[in-house]
């Protein structure tokens, strides 16, 4: 008999598994990262065309670079229990927002937002959540631009909605976030000294790319049709056309 469609998040419905611990040797472990990784695909794909489409129709590319990953059954166990959760497929689909990863640098802020925005109108993505560390950076000095969705991904059984976290930032972001995991973001024994060396970095980063910006934005005007001013309330499809 031919089953109904149905349209679910990765956490209701897999009972049979839900309070397995989890065994990153098993063939389930295998087949969950096969979920969030094709998520991944999907997202990548909607990011590309989007990539495409601007610098078709208008001539600017807002994305320097997208890398994808899934969080390495290392990192999992590890979060889940610096989080205090037992180490079950459960808890792996409800509390880690992250197991799918999609980082998406950019040149500049402006392109950050645009991006961010662009997303988050999509029509089937679900946004879960949003946190603007380029607004309100974290302690470390850490900026980036983080949205939790979820994405329906089609199989044979019906269509699953699927969580990935996006993290957007630029250039400058980048560079600094890179290097600061590396050195201290899983490393404790950092000195003080350091971590408030690296929390200026950032600011001094911060600036150079509002510095660049400024520069960009006096040589040209061009592209401005795919931004609107802070002070326009027009809603931004309205600007966003296509010329064909
Ligand atoms: P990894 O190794 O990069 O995967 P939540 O995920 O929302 O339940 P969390 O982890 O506090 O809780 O969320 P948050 O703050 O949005 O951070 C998620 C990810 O952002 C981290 O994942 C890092 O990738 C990145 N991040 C957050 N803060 C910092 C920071 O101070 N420095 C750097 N370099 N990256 C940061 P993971 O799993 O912690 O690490």
């Known amino acids: 008999m031919k089953k109904n469609k149905k349209e679910y998040l990765i956490s209701m419905d897999n009972n049979l598994i839900n309070k397995q611990y989890i065994d ?6 295998e087949k969950v990262v096969f979920l969030y990784d094709s998520a991944i695909k999907e997202l990548k794909t909607k990011i590309e065309i989007l990539q495409d489409e601007m610098k078709l129709f208008y001539g600017y590319e807002p994305i320097e670079s997208i890398s994808t990953r899934v969080k390495s059954s290392e990192s999992i166990l590890k979060k889940l229990n610096t989080k205090g959760y037992e180490p079950t497929y459960e808890n792996l689909f409800e509390k880690i927002n992250d197991v ?16 961010a925005e662009t997303i988050e109108n999509m029509q089937d993505v679900r ?13 470390s000095g850490y900026r980036s631009y ?5 994405i329906p991904v089609s ?32 490393n404790d024994s950092i000195s003080k000294g350091d971590s408030k060396s690296l929390e200026k970095y950032a600011k001094v980063i911060n600036s150079i790319d509002d510095g660049m910006f400024t520069i960009y934005d006096k040589m040209s005007d061009d592209n401005d049709f ?14 966003f056309k296509f010329k064909l």
């Not at 998406?104 to 950050?112: A, G, P």
């Not at 983080?146 to 979820?150: E, G, P, R």
């Not at 795919?226 to 600007?239: I, Q, S, T, V, W």
């Open 146 to 150: 983080h949205l939790v969705v979820s």
């Open 24 to 29: 990153p040797k098993s063939d389930t472990f």
């Open 100 to 115: 799918a990863g999609v980082r998406i640098v950019c040149n500049f802020k402006k392109d950050v937002y645009k991006i």
């Open 127 to 139: 946004v879960l959540s949003k946190k603007d560390y380029l607004k309100t950076p974290k302690k």
């Open 155 to 186: 199989f044979s059984e019906g269509t699953m909605y699927v969580k990935v976290e996006i993290q957007i930032r630029t250039i400058g972001m980048n560079f600094w976030a890179s290097l600061e995991h590396k050195l201290k973001y899983k």
């Open 226 to 239: 795919l931004y609107l001013d802070a002070a326009d309330d027009e809603p931004n499809l309205k600007k």
